[in-house]
């Protein structure tokens, strides 16, 4: 997957300049907006945030009370029907939504952190620090990430804690060597050199000088790890390793799967929450292709080419 550094040519025309400037900036944002996938990705992605920031404006039921019909259809009263004790499915898919995307964002967060901290200080470091880092990456890139998640998310207390442990102890390598791989292209560059003469500190050195020329990199790990989260998040939790009396999408799969909904005829149950989860890895997938579109000529589209070209 081809990302780019955006803005690290204006960082490296000059000894000194630690970031992108804003015309970089300004053209960045002009061409990811242009694009449709990533039109659609952030949309997709803005209508599932505000779900879950107000699932009381959507529907006023409590998710957890069990008062209505057992296993109704859907009608204008459910939407979606209810479930095997009379829960409204629509409200519970409502109100999985927060945790769901909570759950999916924090673990984002810490691994491309994680990602950002091990590639980079190894890139910069280089020797013992390098190699130690390095091999620590490649141990967490060689172990089977499925069977390690279940076993942790087995023996650890179920909880959506315990989740975002698992999930972020499993998801940071392969961006870290992406990030490796990026930092070890700019040791040698004019601006590094620059600061290392002014005498400034390792750590100033990489977070002021290395990480603002690759912000597009980083928000491209960002949207990788999402996508990989919302699927193995709801795996494990359809799978029963998740704390059930919690509200997600994986756990209402988990109940739906558990309470026989598709033998017994209650679709709805067990489809929406399964689409939900679709939905947002599309949302969080559209966004990543248009990085890698605006990063990579190859991947724009042939019409939009033959504009540039033409202009």
Same mark, same amino acid.
């Given at each position: 997957?081809?990302?780019?550094?955006?803005?690290?040519?204006?960082?490296?025309?000059?000894?000194?300049?630690?970031?992108?400037?804003?015309?970089?900036?300004?053209?960045?944002?002009?061409?990811?907006?242009?694009?449709?996938?990533?039109?659609?990705?952030?949309?997709? @992605?803005?209508?599932?945030?505000?779900?879950?920031? &107000?699932?009381?404006?959507?529907?006023?039921?409590?998710?957890?009370?069990?008062?209505?019909? !057992?296993?109704?259809?859907?009608? *204008? $009263?459910?939407?979606?029907?209810?479930?095997?004790?009379?829960?409204?499915?629509?409200?519970?898919?409502?109100?999985?939504?927060?945790?769901?995307?909570?759950?999916?964002?924090?673990?984002?967060?810490?691994?491309?952190?994680?990602?950002?901290?091990?590639?980079?200080?190894?890139?910069?470091?280089?020797?013992?620090?390098?190699?130690?880092?390095?091999?620590?990456?490649?141990?967490?890139?060689?172990?089977?990430?499925?069977?390690?998640? !279940? /076993?942790?998310? &087995?023996?650890?207390?179920?909880?959506?804690?315990?989740?975002?442990?698992?999930?972020?102890?499993?998801?940071?390598?392969?961006?870290?060597?992406?990030?490796?791989?990026?930092?070890?292209?700019?040791? +040698?560059?004019? &601006?590094?050199?620059?600061?290392?003469?002014?005498? #400034?500190?390792?750590?100033? !050195?990489?977070?002021?000088? @290395?990480?603002?020329?690759?912000?597009?990199?980083?928000?491209?790990?960002?949207?990788?790890?999402?996508?990989?989260? /919302?699927?193995?998040?709801?795996?494990? $939790?359809?799978?029963?390793?998740?704390?059930? +009396? #919690?509200?997600?999408?994986?756990?209402?799969?988990?109940?739906?799967?558990?309470?026989?909904? *598709?033998?017994?005829?209650?679709?709805?149950? #067990?489809?929406?929450?399964?689409?939900?989860?679709?939905?947002?890895?599309?949302?969080?997938?559209?966004?990543?292709?248009?990085?890698? #579109?605006?990063?990579?000529?190859? *991947?724009?589209?042939?019409?939009?080419?033959?504009?540039?070209?033409?202009?």
């Amino acid at each position: 997957m081809a990302i780019p550094a955006i803005g690290s040519n204006s960082a490296l025309g000059g000894a000194g300049v630690s970031a992108p400037n804003t015309s970089a900036r300004v053209r960045f944002l002009r061409t990811l907006f242009s694009s449709k996938k990533a039109t659609a990705g952030l949309v997709i @992605i803005l209508v599932i945030s505000f779900v879950a920031a &107000f699932p009381g404006l959507l529907t006023h039921d409590d998710p957890n009370a069990a008062i209505y019909g !057992i296993e109704q259809g859907p009608s *204008l $009263q459910h939407l979606l029907g209810t479930t095997l004790v009379g829960q409204d499915v629509f409200c519970q898919l409502i109100y999985g939504t927060r945790l769901t995307l909570v759950i999916v964002v924090v673990v984002s967060v810490i691994a491309t952190l994680l990602s950002m901290i091990i590639g980079i200080t190894a890139a910069y470091l280089g020797g013992l620090a390098d190699r130690g880092l390095s091999l620590l990456t490649d141990i967490f890139l060689i172990i089977p990430t499925l069977p390690l998640l !279940i /076993v942790l998310a &087995f023996y650890l207390p179920s909880g959506a804690s315990t989740m975002i442990l698992v999930l972020c102890l499993t998801s940071w390598a392969f961006q870290a060597r992406q990030l490796r791989s990026q930092g070890l292209s700019l040791r +040698s560059r004019d &601006f590094l050199a620059s600061a290392r003469v002014r005498g #400034e500190r390792p750590l100033y !050195i990489i977070l002021v000088e @290395i990480v603002p020329t690759m912000t597009s990199l980083l928000a491209a790990s960002f949207l990788g790890v999402a996508v990989y989260v /919302v699927g193995f998040a709801a795996g494990l $939790q359809f799978l029963g390793l998740g704390n059930s +009396s #919690e509200l997600t999408w994986g756990t209402l799969l988990y109940q739906a799967q558990a309470n026989d909904a *598709l033998v017994s005829g209650n679709v709805w149950w #067990e489809l929406s929450p399964g689409l939900a989860v679709a939905l947002l890895g599309a949302g969080f997938a559209l966004l990543n292709y248009a990085f890698d #579109e605006i990063g990579n000529p190859a *991947l724009r589209p042939a019409r939009r080419r033959r504009d540039r070209s033409a202009s």
